[in-house]
């Protein structure tokens, strides 16, 4: 799961159109794709910001398209 390098979910909602800031986590592989759907969350430990939220980030040509 990648981890969301956002304050809140709404600051998240307000970056679309923007590339996404975001942690890789995977020792897998990278997990971030500039296409196609995307699940993370905001891991108010890592990052050190903010307070913890989960969000399925649409992705399109390696900018947010839509936050569910």
């Keep these: ?3 969301f390098n956002y304050v809140s979910k709404k ?3 307000e970056s679309i159109g923007k590339p996404l ?5 995977s020792i897998f592989g990278a997990e971030y794709k500039a296409n196609g759907l ?3 969350a905001n891991r108010p ?7 913890e939220f989960y969000a ?5 040509n390696g900018l947010i ?4």
């Design 1 to 3: 799961m990648l981890v």
């Design 11 to 13: 600051v998240l909602k």
């Design 21 to 25: 800031i975001y942690i890789e986590t």
């Design 38 to 40: 995307l699940t993370g």
């Design 45 to 51: 430990h890592i990052t050190g910001q903010g307070r």
């Design 56 to 60: 399925n980030v649409t992705m399109e």
């Design 65 to 68: 398209k839509g936050v569910k």
